[in-house]
């Protein structure tokens, strides 16, 4: 058992001093510090480094959605919920959003069913506290998230002839073209 702890000991270290400070933020660790207590090694070691929009959207492909091109976005379609994948050639997508139509709670647990894999494939690190954070918005039409280096906006279109939700993940780093024209 002491061994297991050891280990996990340097792999911690190891991790901490290797990881520089290009992926960890203060604004990153706030959601952390406030409701999540894990400080295992696993959990560090979980960072996925990013992707480009090409790469998302085959993932989200072998995934089973079915995905097409409409023009600057790659649309990925998995049941009543798709995700728009803005594409170029940056390091990650600018923007990753998700759509459903439908009556507000209808659209928006859509798009729960979808959430998390969608963030996986994307390789964005805080999925499970955007995840808590919209499983959180039930009877609200507009709410934003700033985690890590990501602005999280929803919003639900009631009262109007296509009603639906949406959920929009914007990369605050992208500095050229992060918006589709």
């Not at 959990?43 to 085959?58: D, E, F, L, S």
Request: net charge negative; charged share 15%; glycine share 8%.
């Amino acid at each position: 058992m002491n061994r297991v702890a050891t280990a996990l000991a340097a792999l911690l270290l190891l991790t901490a001093c290797s990881s520089g400070s290009s992926s960890t933020t203060p604004e990153a660790d706030k959601p952390e510090a406030s409701g999540t207590t894990s400080t295992s090694p696993t959990a560090a070691a979980a960072v996925m480094p990013p992707i480009k929009a090409t790469a998302v959207v085959a993932g989200l492909s072998d995934a089973g959605y079915k995905c097409s091109n409409d023009g600057s976005y790659g649309i990925c379609t998995s049941g009543a919920a798709s995700v728009w994948v803005l594409t170029g050639s940056h390091p990650r997508p600018p923007v990753v959003s998700l759509h459903s139509a439908g009556p507000a709670d209808v659209a928006s647990a859509e798009i729960a069913k979808v959430l998390p894999k969608t963030l996986e494939i994307a390789h964005i690190n805080q999925g499970q506290q955007i995840v808590d954070w919209f499983g959180q918005q039930e009877g609200k039409t507009t709410a934003q998230l700033t985690v890590g280096d990501w602005l999280v906006e929803y919003s639900v279109e009631v009262d109007t002839e296509e009603p639906g939700a949406h959920l929009t993940l914007t990369d605050k780093l992208c500095t050229a073209n992060c918006q589709a024209e």
